[in-house]
């Protein structure tokens, strides 16, 4: 009777999981053709935000009650999770499209922002108030140009049977929000699920957050990750990623640094090294290609070498001797 409730809170997440991130890849995609925005932008801002939602939450939540060394583990674990769990898995069930032309320009602002926080936490080991300024006007610049960026494309998309009636355009956004709220709830559904059960078999509190935490809060990224390869909508998938990430590295870490200043701790340099070579790595699957190629695919084959990434990662971080 004690697992009873969480055993149907994961089946009840999972269920709810799958059915939202269809529903929030479909009015992403209506929201782009409305607009005529390119869905790389879609995945970056209304994707990348809204799938960085827990991790936003849980930074916030941290930071108030003293402890926001767990936003910047959280902030650096999402970031590993989603480029070779989530890239990894997505890879692996439908291989994902790159337009190299506009992802590349995107990756710039990742590594750029990877390496400022690096610097900014890592050369006095403190975040704090005046460091958290700097990550927000980074987020501030990155938007500016993003947006200026979406008025200079018009997609159409295939996939729709007609266009869309841009009457109705306030009906797609609130089934985007409900969506996302939906989608949001299962994933702690899980987590909540996860962690009882995993306390039950006696699990330690370390492993339970390094993998049920840290996985619960990149499973949104995860659901929208492969529904959007399903539907054929690859720039979503990249987007998405890329997206998270930027606003993981400077909105999530901006938050301790503004409310509750952490000093960094040396264990935490092994994950931001670990973070900043996949983000270095993601951008083999731009670069390394025929230079009049405008499109690449990341194969089964990349996507299962970011696994294998992922496990030597965790295995050298967490079970070596």
Known sequence: MILLFPIIALVT???????????????????????????LIIGIIIFGFGTSAPEIFVSI??????????????????????????????AMIVPITVN?????????FLIAYTLITGALLLWDKHL??????????LLGLFLWYT?????????????????????QKWIIWRNLLISLVVLLVSAQLIVYAGVNIAEWFGI??????????????????????????????????VGNIIGSNIFNTVAVLAIPGLIS???IQDEITKDYLAMLALTIFLAVFFLFSPVTKLKDTISRLEGFGLIMILSIYIYIRFLSP
């Open 13 to 39: 997440g999972f269920v709810m999981l799958i059915l939202s991130a269809d529903l929030f890849t479909d009015n992403g995609v209506k929201i782009a053709n409305v607009y005529k925005i390119s869905p």
């Open 61 to 90: 939540f941290a930071a108030f009650q003293d402890h926001p060394e767990l936003a910047v583990g959280n902030a650096f674990g999402s970031n590993i999770l989603n480029i070779a769990l989530v890239l990894g898995i997505t």
């Open 100 to 108: 190299i032309k506009a992802t590349i320009k995107q990756w710039y």
């Open 128 to 137: 704090g108030f005046f460091d958290g300024c700097i990550l927000l006007g």
């Open 147 to 167: 947006f200026k960026e979406s008025k200079k494309v018009h997609d159409k998309f295939d996939n729709l049977s007609s266009n869309v009636d841009i009457s």
């Open 204 to 237: 330690p509190d370390l492993i339970i957050g390094l993998t049920i935490i840290a996985l619960g809060t990149s499973l949104p990224e995860l659901a929208v990750a492969i529904t959007s390869a399903i539907k054929r909508q690859h720039e979503m998938v």
């Open 261 to 263: 200043p952490v000093t």
